[in-house]
């Protein structure tokens, strides 16, 4: 029995030396004897390299948020200068729109003082006329001397239309 418990014990000895012999490179997986400290700083220098370019990515990505909201905050702000501008055009175009009803109603008062004007300016030279053929001097002077102030009236009256 002696020879069987050799035999079995070199088996197993046989067995745990082939398991701990693994073909990886990684002590985590490998055995005992398969640790290699060059394939250990190599996989180190994978992990450091990809953690470089992680954390580059990182700082990229970082710079170019910072640079959006850099960029959406110049927009807003732009936003912000143009909603302005717009409030102020549309306070000027209103303000616009009333002085223009204001002269619309203007121009219509000037419209109707324009024509009575006018009424009274043709109702001046038919008196004139009737006045000429007066035949009393005196009374024909002052009807001349009237229609002159009526005549100056008027002419005042159109003079402040045009002003207007």
């Known amino acids: 029995m002696g020879a069987i418990q050799t035999m079995v014990r070199a088996l197993c000895i046989g067995a745990l030396l082939t398991g701990c012999a693994g ?8 055995g005992l004897f398969s640790y290699n400290p060059d394939a250990y700083e ?23 948020t910072s640079g959006l909201r850099a960029e959406q905050s110049a927009q807003l702000e732009e936003k912000a200068a143009l909603e302005r501008q717009l409030k102020k055009l549309s306070s000027s ?6 002085d223009v009803k ?7 008062t000037q419209q109707k003082e324009r024509q009575r004007i006018l009424h009274e300016l043709q109702t001046l030279q038919s ?3 009737t006045a000429d053929d007066m035949e ?3 009374e024909k002077r002052l ?3 009237r229609l002159k102030a009526k005549r100056d009236q008027l002419e005042k009256e159109a003079s402040n239309l045009m002003k207007l």
Request: no cysteine; net charge neutral.
């Open 23 to 30: 073909q990886t490179t990684d002590p985590r997986q490998g």
């Open 102 to 108: 204001k002269k619309r109603a203007a121009t219509a």
């Open 143 to 145: 009807e001349l001397e």
């Open 136 to 138: 009393d001097p005196e």
């Open 42 to 64: 190599q996989r180190l220098r994978d992990r450091r390299d990809q953690l470089t370019q992680v954390e580059q990515a990182n700082q990229s990505e970082e710079a170019r």
């Open 93 to 98: 175009i209103a303000s616009l729109e009333k």
């Open 127 to 129: 008196s004139a006329r």
